[in-house]
């Protein structure tokens, strides 16, 4: 302590897709005439699980060939949506200043596919300053696997034992902790209300991400 590199997960931990993502998941809805009543405070918990949780969310479990062709359509309209809204959560960016003035390498490691996760990155200015951006589909494992991480950790030529993940899912903290390094929970992100953060054996629990600077500045 204070820790050697920081990888961090991407939505509902640097940034905060919900506007686009569930304003597309209306316009899903509204296309198939499914009535829906969409709302930040209810669907938060859904994001986190990607695509598939957000359609089941509104047309339940329909047979799979269904689900593929809702799940390729909410993706063709999420693309257009993209950066519309989206921005960085409070104190991200004074976070990412921090390990940029101090040189403590960071880098991004997420499950959302890299033909949509590189053009928000590109689009956000601090976000182009990480070392890494390891998307789940490019490697072919996706957390709580702990490839996406261990790729991150070769690519940038860090140590799991020194390297801080900061995710907001309890799959963020089982692929860190399979990976070998430290975990923290992004309370501010995607949690859902039957999740219980504090029983996922995280190193730590950040109620924003000012607490990590706090953290990482401590001597």
């Known amino acids: 302590m204070p820790y050697r590199a920081v990888l961090f997960d991407l939505d509902g931990t640097l940034i905060d897709t919900a506007t686009d993502m569930l304003l597309t998941l209306s316009q899903l809805a509204d296309e198939h005439q499914q009535p829906h009543n969409i709302n930040i405070a209810d669907y938060r918990g859904f994001i986190t699980h990607g695509s598939a949780a957000l359609i089941e969310s509104i047309f339940g479990r ?3 060939a269904e689900r593929d062709r809702l799940q390729k359509r909410y993706l063709d309209l999420y693309q ?9 959560f409070a104190g ?5 200043n921090h390990l940029n003035q101090v040189n403590i390498p ?14 928000i990155v590109e689009h956000l200015p ?3 300053a990480g ?7 490019e490697i072919g494992h ?12 070769e690519s940038m030529q860090i140590k799991a034992d020194e390297t801080l993940y900061l995710g907001d899912a309890e799959s963020d903290i089982l692929a860190a902790h ?3 390094t430290a975990s923290a929970i992004a309370l501010w992100g995607y949690l859902h209300d039957h999740d219980q953060p504090e029983q996922w054996q995280a190193h730590h629990i950040f109620n924003s991400p000012l607490e990590l600077l706090a953290l990482l500045q401590a001597k």
């Open 80 to 88: 257009q949506n993209l950066n519309k809204n989206t921005q960085l």
């Open 126 to 128: 601090e976000l182009t």
């Open 92 to 96: 991200v960016a004074e976070l990412l």
């Open 142 to 153: 996706s957390k709580p696997h702990p490839k996406p991480i261990t790729r991150a950790l």
């Open 178 to 180: 399979a990976a070998g």
């Open 62 to 64: 329909p047979p799979q």
């Open 106 to 119: 960071w880098g991004i490691v997420t499950n959302k596919p890299a033909w949509l996760a590189r053009p």
């Open 131 to 137: 070392q890494v951006l390891i998307c789940a589909d």
